[in-house]
T-cell receptor
């Protein structure tokens, strides 16, 4: 069974631009969650989608948004990029009704650099 | 506010020894805790979890201890191997909705 895939793996943008990241969950998984990882703030939860609906949300500004499609693939969008948005963005999918736990698997992440 | 923190940012142990990684949490409403392992260039990997109605849970070579009185969580790794080298994160989940990670501890294994 293929794992969680994220595209692109690396991305360079400039301040003020917007970016869309994509995540394909493990086949059959309906929960997809997104995380930001930076050296300063560590790992932070962005949001979680289940059956095309945002179910949980972390403490990030409205510039960060996401959506989930009927095939469970998810996209994350960041508008008006700031230097501080440079980070590794991780996606995880879960095969149970729970977003977190032993059925959750992470992808390798997308490294976003904002110049 | 809520926070999950780790007592030590780095931990170095001899191969074959036991490792203990600690974590403090501040929100007494947290009801579920997870330990993750993150190797270089990879996403986090689930290791073990524990619910707030338990104080100990064992897996293969790993044990998690939860002390709700002092809001402390620990991960014990028995007979540490070179493949255990990674950054370890604890995370607390509140009401199955809010996930908060600790900063992480880098575990280094000396031969």
């Amino acid at each position: 069974k293929a794992g969680v895939t994220q595209t692109p793996r690396y991305l360079i943008k400039t301040r003020g631009q917007q970016v869309t990241l994509s995540c394909s969950p493990i086949s059959g998984h309906r929960s997809v969650s997104w995380y930001q990882q930076t050296p300063g703030q560590g790992l932070q939860f962005l949001f979680e989608y289940f059956s095309e609906t945002q179910r949980n949300k972390g403490n990030f500004p409205g510039r960060f948004s996401g959506r989930q499609f009927s095939n469970s693939r998810s996209e994350m969008n960041v508008s008006t990029l700031e230097l501080g948005d440079s980070a590794l963005y991780l996606c995880a999918s879960s095969g149970s009704g729970r977003a977190f736990g032993d059925t959750q698997y992470f992808g390798p992440g997308t490294r976003l650099t904002v110049l | 506010g809520e926070s999950v923190g780790l007592h030590l940012p780095t931990l170095s142990v001899q191969e074959g020894d036991n490792s203990i990684i600690n974590c403090a949490y501040s929100n007494s409403a947290s009801d579920y805790f997870i330990w993750y392992k993150q190797e270089s260039g990879k996403g986090p990997q689930f290791i073990i979890d524990i619910r707030s109605n338990m104080d100990k849970r064992q897996g293969q070579r790993v044990t998690v201890l939860l002390n709700k009185t002092v809001k402390h969580l620990s991960l014990q790794i028995a007979a540490t191997q070179p493949g255990d080298s990674a950054v370890y994160f604890c995370a607390e989940i509140q009401g199955a909705q809010k996930l908060v990670f600790g900063q992480g501890t880098r575990l280094t294994i000396n031969p």
